[in-house]
């Protein structure tokens, strides 16, 4: 695995549109950091979670996250059919094998802490503000509206779950970090695309930044919601749930949708 798959903020914007969006740059990703793991980590690191409040805790973020995972999942997958080009339905087909493995590994991290009902349990814990936004990025995906799909999922969703997932693997528990931190690598190149491809699309169509922002005021606050309830859950300082917006406000900024 080379360097510029862990930064592709850090590729040329003609580099990544050309090799960055194919299953080869995605084999050698993957390669890089899943070889030798089985569900997202390796197979001898110990349980350390044994507190039940500790893992109640854990078992309520995780849920959440579950939650964004299938958006996302749902989303790639139903996009490929009204994608502009073929390299983004490529692309998108990639993001849709990583957002499946992401739902996978979650799932199996709630299975070790002892949830025996996953589906039932996600249920219960999810955010109502998650929730929502669920619905309204489905109605985006079901109008054939690529570009605030997109930008719902791959940037706005995306941006903050990167935070969150990056923030957690800090304080989280062996088994956990590692399965986060595999995830975030993932995302990355999701958060990748979504950037490039909004932004030559935004150069074309001045007009697409006005739908851009509507889209931003009606769902980033769910999201900001969500995911300052998980920082809280996970033991990170009030004063950090702050900071947790700013990767997602320096992506808007690139795109001129701020
Ligand atoms: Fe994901
Ligand atoms: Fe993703």
């Known amino acids: 695995m080379g360097e510029p798959v862990e930064d592709v903020h850090q590729l040329d914007?003609?580099?990544?549109?050309?090799?960055?969006?194919?299953?080869?740059?995605?084999?050698?990703?993957?390669?890089?950091?899943?070889?030798?793991?089985?569900?997202?980590?390796?197979?001898?690191?110990?349980?350390?979670?044994?507190?039940?409040?500790?893992?109640?805790?854990?078992?309520?973020?995780?849920?959440?996250?579950?939650?964004?995972?299938?958006?996302?999942?749902?989303?790639?997958?139903?996009?490929?059919?009204?994608?502009?080009?073929?390299?983004?339905?490529?692309?998108?087909?990639?993001?849709?094998?990583?957002?499946g493995r992401h739902l996978e590994v979650l799932v199996h991290r709630l299975l070790e802490l002892g949830v025996s009902d996953p589906e039932a349990e996600i249920a219960r814990r999810a955010s109502p503000s998650l929730q929502e936004f669920r619905r309204l990025h489905g109605e985006l995906v079901r109008g054939d509206d690529w570009d605030a799909a997109l930008f719902a999922q791959n940037v706005i969703l995306e941006e903050m779950e990167f935070a969150v997932f990056h923030r957690?693997?800090?304080?989280?528990?062996?088994?956990?970090?590692?399965?986060?931190?595999?995830?975030?690598?993932?995302?990355?190149?999701?958060?990748?695309?979504?950037?490039?491809?909004?932004?030559?699309?935004?150069?074309?169509?001045?007009?697409?930044?006005?739908?851009?922002?509507?889209v931003r005021a009606e769902l980033d606050p769910l999201i900001l919601r969500t995911f300052r309830e998980a920082i809280a859950e996970i033991g990170g300082p009030a004063a950090e749930r702050e900071d947790l917006s700013k990767s997602y406000l320096q992506a808007v900024t690139r795109l001129g949708v701020e």
């Open 168 to 214: 957690h693997a800090q304080l989280a528990d062996p088994r956990t970090r590692e399965v986060l931190l595999g995830i975030v690598k993932d995302e990355r190149r999701h958060i990748g695309f979504g950037e490039n491809e909004l932004g030559r699309r935004l150069k074309r169509a001045p007009d697409l930044q006005r739908r851009l922002r509507e």
């Open 13 to 99: 914007p003609l580099v990544f549109w050309e090799h960055a969006r194919s299953f080869e740059f995605w084999f050698e990703a993957v390669q890089g950091y899943l070889e030798g793991s089985s569900f997202g980590r390796h197979p001898e690191v110990p349980e350390s979670v044994r507190e039940a409040d500790e893992r109640d805790r854990l078992v309520t973020v995780l849920c959440n996250y579950c939650v964004g995972e299938t958006i996302a999942l749902e989303g790639a997958g139903s996009l490929i059919r009204v994608a502009p080009s073929r390299p983004a339905k490529v692309f998108l087909s990639t993001q849709t094998v990583d957002e």
